[in-house]
Structure formats: structure tokens, C-alpha cells
């Protein structure tokens, strides 16, 4: 099993998909008991792996493997995890339990002013991984932000040097000034992650956007998923509530079943 | 499933170690559980992640603590229900059933 765990790793670590599937039930009088707990693997490229032999015999006897695979990838378009009953034959029924494997989930905070630092304090309640990036140094420190896990002080032309955006991210922009938030929203903007959330009043947002549509050929699409003005709307006034609403929005995101 | 939970199986396992891993396959009503929730058990009792805490969190521990014992080490499904007022007793708002399995690794 051991190796198996190694496979997933090996694949997810070279940015595959990868989805797994756990044999949790068994309706059948022929096949070992014994499998429930085995598992498969289905990676991006269509490629299935096995947790052990006994468990590969035993599924190539009912089914084509490309039909499994079909059957297990079809969570692709959800993403969510789901239980599925999957008739073999008159006789033999499986019960798998089918998900992918996920980063864990990241919050991204552009700016350590007034408003990060309650977002960290009520985000680290929620399981995410937390690093605030900003390169004044007076406002990112440990004492501002106790619960993250990592404090990144750089310009942020630097720190997107060696940056790699990650399909379970979450970004939210609230630097202390829109040149700045144009700089970050220009270099995440096409990225593949979850969230993007940037604050600001009306006007400044406009102005984000029109020179990231004039400067950088940024479609009106590609600008329709920042959550902007972020936050759901609780008619939060103080940093902390502001930092309240925003924590819901990141909630109603990631546990959107339809997204 | 979480990368820093094969992760965590990959740093631990060996032939000594036991784990278990206990994931919500499924949960009805009003359960404050989401399905994928997942937590790690090891043989000394301790944990890694969770999937809520609470009472019926120590009956998975528990559970798992019995399957590594056992000579056919077998992995298993855990229903959890609790009514309104059991719930209510261990702090939850409402009562919901929970379909939790405890895979051996």
C-alpha cells in the first residue's frame, strides 16, 4: 500500500490529476471481501494503477479498463468527491468512493495592513495555509500575524519570480495602494486558481481594470472572475468585519458544490 | 484526498506502523460534516487532521484502535447518527447521520 501512496504522490508532484477511488462495498458472492479497502488510480493521461495484484485480477475479471476509467474519471467535471455504486454484472455489484487529490488549500494575502491581519487571525480558523507577502517590513511581522505560517517580505515584482500558482489557491489583494494591486492582479489574473478577491472602491477597481485591459490585453472575461468589491455583503464597515465578509466569501467558494 | 495526507502516510508508514485512514463517504440531514473529510489514526492513538472532533470522532479512534488489533484487519464503514437531543448533548446544533470509512493502510 506504501508504494501505491508513493504512485499518487510521484503523479500529483509532476502536476497530474489524479483521482482515486477506494473499493468501500462489496455486493457479491464471488469477489474476496477482503479487497474493500483497495484502491485504484486514474491520472490525467488516462493511465491506472492498482493498490495490489489481487485487486487488479479481481476488477479485470467484470470490467474493461477503460470502462473503469471512464468511471472514475468522471468526477473530473465536479471535482467533488462522491460515492458510486458500479454494477459489474447482474451479480456483482462495487462500491467506490471517488475523489482527487488535492493541495492543500493556500491563502495568498497581498498587503499586511488593517484589513489582512484580521482576515489571517479568523482564516486560520478555517484550515488554510497562510503566507502574507509585503515588503514593509514594520507591518509584516509575527505580531501581526500570529497564525500564519509564512511571512514573505519582498516587492512583489520578486516574489512573483519564483512563484507557482496552485489550483487550490486562494488570493486575496488588498495592498496599500492600486499600483500595487494592479501589479499583483496583472500577474495572477491568468492563473489557474480558485479565488481572487480584491478590495476597493469603485473607482480604483476601474482604473485596475483599464489598464489591465489597455496595458496587458486583459478580456472583460478573464476580469469577471476577480471578486470584486470582495466580501459578501454583510454591510461591514470596520477592518474586522470587512475581514469577516471576506472569510465568508472564501467559505461560500470552497464549498460551492456547483462551481 | 489531501496531498499533505499522502504526505503524512508516506513519512510514517512503515512495516510497524499502523494507519488508518477515516474519511465521511457520506452524510445526510442537517450533519455539520462535509464528504472527503479526512483524518489519519495511528496505532499509539494519535492523530492527524480531523474530520470534526468531538464524541463521535473518539468512536472512529476507537474503532480503528479494534481493527488494528484484530488478526483480519479489515477495513470498515462507521455509521454515526445521532438524534436531536444526543447532538444537542455533545454541543451540535442538530442531529444527522454520517457514513464514515476506516481504510486500513
Not at chain 1, 477506494?22 to 479487497?35: F, G, H, M, R
Request: net charge negative; charged share 35%.
Amino acid at each position: 500500500m506504501k508504494d501505491f501512496f508513493r504512485k499518487i504522490s510521484e503523479q500529483f508532484n509532476s502536476s497530474n490529476k489524479v483521482i482515486t477511488a477506494v473499493l468501500t462495498d462489496l455486493e457479491s458472492s464471488e469477489i474476496d471481501e477482503n479487497l474493500i479497502g483497495e484502491m485504484m488510480m486514474v491520472d490525467e493521461d488516462g493511465g491506472i494503477e492498482y493498490s495490489s495484484e489481487k485487486m487488479e485480477k479481481e476488477i479485470r475479471k467484470y470490467i474493461l479498463e477503460e470502462e473503469m476509467k471512464r468511471e472514475i474519471l468522471n468526477l473530473t467535471n465536479t471535482k467533488e468527491a462522491e460515492l458510486k455504486s458500479i454494477e459489474l454484472n447482474k451479480d456483482n455489484k462495487i462500491e467506490l468512493f471517488i475523489e482527487p487529490v488535492l493541495d492543500n488549500p493556500r491563502l495568498l494575502v497581498f498587503g499586511a495592513g488593517h484589513i489582512a491581519s484580521p482576515l489571517v487571525k479568523i482564516s486560520s480558523l478555517m484550515d488554510f495555509e497562510i503566507t502574507v507577502i509585503d515588503d514593509r517590513e514594520e507591518f509584516l511581522n509575527y505580531d501581526n500575524f500570529p497564525s500564519a505560517d509564512s511571512l514573505i517580505c519582498l516587492p512583489y515584482k520578486d516574489y512573483f519570480e519564483n512563484f507557482k500558482a496552485r489550483q487550490n489557491d486562494y488570493i486575496v489583494i488588498v495592498t496599500r495602494g492600486h499600483q500595487f494591486d494592479y501589479e499583483v492582479l496583472k500577474e495572477l489574473i491568468r492563473e489557474d486558481v480558485k479565488y481572487i478577491g480584491m478590495i476597493g472602491s469603485s473607482k480604483k477597481i476601474n482604473e485596475v481594470y483599464t489598464k489591465l485591459r489597455e496595458k496587458d490585453k486583459v478580456s472583460d472575461k478573464e476580469l469577471s472572475r476577480v471578486h470584486s468589491p470582495i466580501g459578501l455583503k454583510i454591510n461591514s464597515e470596520t477592518p474586522e468585519e470587512i475581514a469577516v465578509a471576506i472569510a465568508a466569501e472564501l467559505i461560500s467558494v470552497r464549498r460551492d458544490k456547483s462551481a | 484526498m489531501r496531498k499533505s495526507i499522502v504526505e503524512k502516510i508516506l513519512e510514517v508508514k512503515d512495516d510497524k506502523n499502523k494507519i488508518a485512514r477515516a474519511f465521511v463517504i457520506d452524510s445526510k440531514s442537517s450533519s455539520p460534516r462535509n464528504v472527503g473529510n479526512e483524518m489519519l489514526i495511528f496505532s499509539d492513538g494519535k492523530t492527524f487532521s480531523t474530520i470534526g472532533g468531538g464524541k463521535d470522532e473518539k468512536i472512529i479512534i476507537d474503532k480503528a484502535l479494534q481493527l488494528f488489533s484484530e488478526d483480519c484487519r479489515k477495513s470498515s464503514k462507521v455509521e454515526i447518527s445521532l438524534t436531536r437531543k444526543e447532538a444537542a448533548e455533545i454541543g451540535w446544533v442538530c442531529g444527522g447521520n454520517v457514513e464514515i470509512f476506516i481504510q486500513l493502510i
